[in-house]
């Protein structure tokens, strides 16, 4: 069995940074990727930032150039640095993993961006 625990979310102001850990544990082998969806109200789940296990990254085109992805492979953690936060960031923000053997979902960890 695998667990994601997602860690980082909360309120900030427009501009501000936050940091999202997302750390996984369990059986974790061949991966593929691991990274970060956001899904706000209304709206279907979209893709934030994926780091294959090569090193390889993927940025939705919304955050391109404010968001950072990175790892630490000894301890099966991604992180994402989000900087110069928007209003239109605001979603429930979901760490996953995917694996050759399945795929995993996290909780989800709430981010608001308002003044």
């Known amino acids: 069995q695998v667990q994601l625990v997602e860690s980082g979310g909360g309120l900030v102001q427009p501009g501000g940074s936050l940091r999202l850990s997302c750390a996984a544990s369990?059986?974790?082998?061949?991966?593929?990727?691991m990274g970060w969806y956001r899904q706000a109200p209304g709206k279907q789940r979209e893709l934030v930032a994926v780091?294959?296990?090569?090193?390889?990254?993927n940025y939705g085109d919304s955050v391109k150039g404010r968001f950072t992805i990175s790892r630490n492979n000894a301890r099966n953690t991604v992180y994402l640095q989000m900087n110069s936060l928007k209003p239109e960031d605001t979603a429930v923000y979901y760490c996953?993993?995917?694996?050759?053997?399945?795929?995993?979902w996290g909780q989800g960890t709430q981010v608001t961006v308002s003044s």
């Open positions: 996953r993993l995917l694996l050759g053997g399945g795929d995993f």
């Open positions: 369990g059986s974790i082998s061949s991966i593929n990727f």
């Open positions: 780091i294959t296990a090569g090193g390889n990254t």
